[in-house]
Each structure stands twice: as C-alpha cells, then as structure tokens.
C-alpha cells in the first residue's frame, strides 16, 4: 500500500526561467525558497516517487488530438525542445506505479491515453528546475485544459479520488508525494494578459484551505473562465485535494508577480510528516 506523504498545489509558468531575475530579489527569494522548501519536505518524508498533475500547452498535443486524461507511462522524460529555455534535465520514469495507475482508472470509468514517451512542457519542468534534484521517479498525470471541450471540474475531483485508491492498493511503493501544477488565475494569447484576478485566486485558495474542494468541483466553466483560459488549470489542484482526502489546506505563499503574469501560489496539504 502506498501513502501519500505529501501533497502540493504549485504554480507553474516560464516565465519563472524566462524572467527568473526580473521580480525584486525579495519577490524571488521568497517564491523560489518555497519550491526548495517543498522539495526538502517531499524529500524529508521519505517520498519513494512523485505523482505530478499538469497539462501540455499544445507541445505533446494539439488542437486537433488532445486525450482528455494522459498518463505518462515511460522510463525517463525530457524538456519539449520548442522550448529551449527549460534545463535539459531528463527525469526518471516510475513505470510500474504509472502502469498500475493507467489499468486501474480504465478499471473505474477512465479512459487516459497512456504514453510511453511523452516531452514535458514548462506545466511541469518549471516547478521541478525550481524544486531542484530529489533523485525521484516521476509519474505525469495530464488533464486537458486546452482544447474545449474541457472535463467538467466534477471530473477532476473524481480523478483525484480515483487516484488515491488507485495508490492505496499499490504494493510495490510505500510512500509518494502528489505535486499539482498550474493556476490560479492568468490569461495567455488573449488582450487580458498579463490581467491577475485576485478576488477570484483567493476564491480558489479559501476553498481548498477549508476543505471545500468539493465545493469547488462544482463550479461551472463559465464561474472558472472568469479566473481567465489559464484558470482552466484549476482542475489538477482540485485532483490533488482529493486525492488528499479534501482535508484542510495551509497556503504557503500568494504573490501577485505582474512580471511573471499571475499570482504565485503554493499550497500544502498537511497528511505527511518527516520520518
């Protein structure tokens, strides 16, 4: 049996590598401390693998072919090279817990599109460059939030329920962490970018703070188009919350970083302590 030691919802975006000298130096250090922060605690409580939920920004998709749910599936994953700036780090595969996670969720009505290789975008090599090195396996799991239409958020809860048992009944780790990339509020390729929605990002950060990601899986996509196309990205941290258990949240950071484009935000999900 596998247990969630730790589980996370954490901004993601490139600009963080793009104008990662740009914000004050404050602003920076007290973004980038809390990335090295959650790896340290990841790290601290013995996390055998990590399961990471993020999206592609039409790098491993398109338009026209986007699965709704795709696990990646494969030994190691690389930086999408369209976007030269991300390190070129490759990260190890956790296959077997990614092939159980793939079987499991076709078992309970899903039906993700397992990849076998699959480039990661800056969903995801951004969080990691600023985590830096854990030296552990990864299994991506990415919903769409792109091309609509889009799962509805209800989807995302029960994905994230469905993964926690999926975990529970795997035998051959026994300790991962749960990282969710994304949000909260941005617009990209639209006239509002670069437009930050605080009422609505401290919406989102109340809710899941006081347990209430159920509440928050009932939204409509019209209620989430308001936090922007970017707000779409809501959907993984309504997964990890579940997979959490819905418990209450502590919000480690909220900075509004207009260089970076939107609010900067971590969350933790208090169910792990260190060994």
């Excluded at 700036?85 to 190890?92: A, E, I, M, R």
């Excluded at 995801?124 to 299994?139: C, E, N, Q, R």
Aim: charged fraction near 20%; include cysteine; hydrophobic fraction near 45%.
């Amino acid at each position: 049996m596998a247990e969630i030691v730790g589980a996370f919802a954490a901004s993601h975006t490139p600009l963080f590598l793009l104008r990662h000298d740009a914000p004050a130096e404050d602003v920076r250090e007290e973004v980038f401390s809390a990335y090295r922060r959650m790896a340290g605690e990841i790290v601290a409580r013995g996390a055998e693998a990590m399961v990471l939920l993020g999206n592609d920004h039409l790098h491993a998709f398109s338009m026209d072919r986007y699965p709704a749910l795709a696990i990646g599936a494969g030994p190691r994953f690389g930086p999408v090279e369209t976007e030269p700036f991300l390190p070129s780090d490759v990260y190890g595969g956790a296959e077997g817990l990614a092939s159980h996670l793939a079987r499991g969720l076709l078992a309970n009505g899903f039906d993700p599109l397992v990849c076998r290789e699959l480039a990661l975008d800056h969903s995801f090599v951004s969080p990691l460059a600023l985590m830096g090195d854990t030296g552990l396996p990864i299994v991506p799991v990415l919903q769409n939030t792109v091309a609509p239409p889009l799962p509805p958020a209800a989807r995302a809860y029960d994905l994230g329920v469905s993964l926690r048992r999926l975990l529970e009944s795997y035998e051959d780790l026994e300790r991962v962490a749960v990282v969710a990339t994304g949000a909260p509020s941005h617009w990209i390729g639209t006239p509002e970018q670069g437009e930050i929605d605080e009422a609505w990002d401290r919406e989102v950060i109340d809710m899941l703070c006081r347990a209430d990601a159920k509440g928050l899986s009932t939204w409509t996509q019209a209620k989430i188009d308001e936090g922007g196309n970017g707000g779409n990205e809501i959907r993984a941290w309504i997964s990890a919350a579940a997979m959490s258990g819905d418990t209450e949240a502590n919000l480690w950071v909220y900075r509004i970083e207009p260089l970076w484009f939107l609010g900067v935000t971590i969350i933790e999900w208090p169910i792990g302590q260190p060994l």
